[in-house]
């Protein structure tokens, strides 16, 4: 029996933006869907936050974009197509959450974040990173912000696209239903995995383990202007989405 080929829809979300969902169930019962987000950079290189397979289509689509630079993980739990997207773009940068460097030993990485006084990544008049654990801010670029969630137990990090005013992360914000990839009669159940949503605060919570760090991190976060959030699992928030990265982490806040 032939392998089912993979369904990914590719999507612009704005210029310069493309996301790459496909269904994905969780414990066989929740539908959150997974995501991979690539982003031009202002150069023509492209950085991907990569967590689906890079299927044809979808090397296709990043590759009309520009040149493949920069891969990167935002968690623990993120990882598992890493290796294929270096595969398939081995001249660029593999970053992640530096203890994702122990887990994923088979792996190259050429930077991590979440490192105390880490060298300047190479992405050169590009990014921006802010290390939350030494609590100072490395300016390297104005389009692109790296804010660690240290504290978290998948050590998330989160991605802020300066032109565009867009955050992207892994796990820190769910948006349930997901229609994006897996639309369902029955997805209003699923609504309690959104901001403000009771399972969405249960899961927040249980994911804090250095609540002090969190802190600071959801803090630094809320004060930049998010106009659209993007998660890897449920939908791309356009409307009111700093409001609803307030009601995410009204508890933290």
């Known amino acids: 029996m032939s392998k089912a080929k993979e369904v990914i829809k590719a999507r612009q979300v704005t210029d310069g933006i493309w996301i790459f969902s496909r269904p994905f169930t969780r414990f066989h019962v929740l539908p959150l869907g997974g995501r991979s987000v690539a982003v031009r950079l202002s150069n023509g290189n492209v950085w991907v936050l990569a967590s689906t397979p890079p299927t044809e289509e979808t090397k296709q689509q990043i590759d009309s974009l520009g040149t493949v630079a920069y891969i990167c993980s935002p968690n623990l739990d993120h990882h598992w197509f890493l290796g294929h997207f270096k595969e398939a773009y081995p001249n660029a940068k593999l970053y992640g959450p530096k203890p994702l460097g122990e887990k994923r030993k088979d792996l190259s990485f050429d930077g991590f974040f979440l490192k105390e006084k880490e060298a300047p990544f190479d992405f050169e008049e590009e990014i921006t990173v802010m ?102 699992h449920g939908d791309v928030i356009e409307a009111d989405a700093h409001a609803k990265w307030k009601l995410a982490y009204q508890e933290l806040l």
């Open 131 to 232: 290390q939350v654990v030494s609590a100072s801010l490395l300016q390297i670029s104005n389009l692109f912000i790296h804010s660690p969630f240290e504290g978290t137990a998948l050590s998330d990090v989160a991605f802020y696209h300066r032109a565009s005013k867009t955050l992207i992360v892994g796990d820190l914000v769910y948006n349930l239903p997901n229609t994006e990839s897996m639309p369902s009669a029955f997805g209003f159940l699923f609504k309690t995995f959104s901001p403000g949503g009771a399972m969405h605060k249960k899961l927040i919570a249980g994911s804090v383990q250095d609540r002090d760090s969190v802190v600071a991190a959801a803090k630094q976060v809320d004060g930049l202007d998010i106009q659209r959030i993007i998660p890897l």
